[in-house]
């Protein structure tokens, strides 16, 4: 079974810009819609982004957009999350999931915490005021 691992979490001040990776290993001959979430302190774990199988298709959170980009590159097993103009409401541990149904897509599934099955550990992402 596919596994995913993120990386590039860190500490950067306000109005900086972070770049996370979410490897994907194991069964990599199928891509997979593939979502980032993230949990503050204190908060429930929300939904930041998420891109269909191909890449055809984004979607983002209110809070994020026209600031994070969603990205993925098959080639290489990976997708992306590209931050910019990060805040101190941005301080969270980030988790990359993906989705192994074949069957379903759009944006109100891909929104959804239940939708993804196989998580990464997270990294942790810290924006200072």
């Known amino acids: 079974q596919v596994q995913l691992e993120e990386s590039g979490g860190g500490w950067v001040q306000a109005g900086g810009s972070l770049t996370l990776p979410c490897a994907f290993s194991?069964?990599?001959?199928?891509?997979?819609?593939t979502a980032w979430f993230r949990q503050g302190p204190g908060k429930e774990r929300e939904f930041v982004a998420a891109?269909?199988?191909?890449?055809?298709?984004?979607y983002y959170a209110d809070s994020v957009v026209g600031r994070f980009t969603i990205s993925r590159d098959n080639a290489k097993n990976t997708v992306f999350l590209q931050m910019n103009s990060l805040q101190p409401d941005d301080t969270a541990i980030y988790y990359c999931?993906?989705?192994?149904?074949?069957?379903?897509?759009?944006?109100?599934?891909?929104?959804?915490?239940?939708?993804?099955?196989?998580w990464g550990q997270g990294t942790q992402v810290t924006v200072s005021s």
């Open positions: 999931a993906a989705d192994v149904s074949p069957y379903f897509s759009g944006s109100d599934y891909l929104r959804q915490l239940r939708t993804y099955s196989i």
């Open positions: 891109i269909s199988r191909s890449g055809g298709k984004t």
């Open positions: 194991g069964c990599t001959d199928r891509t997979y819609n």
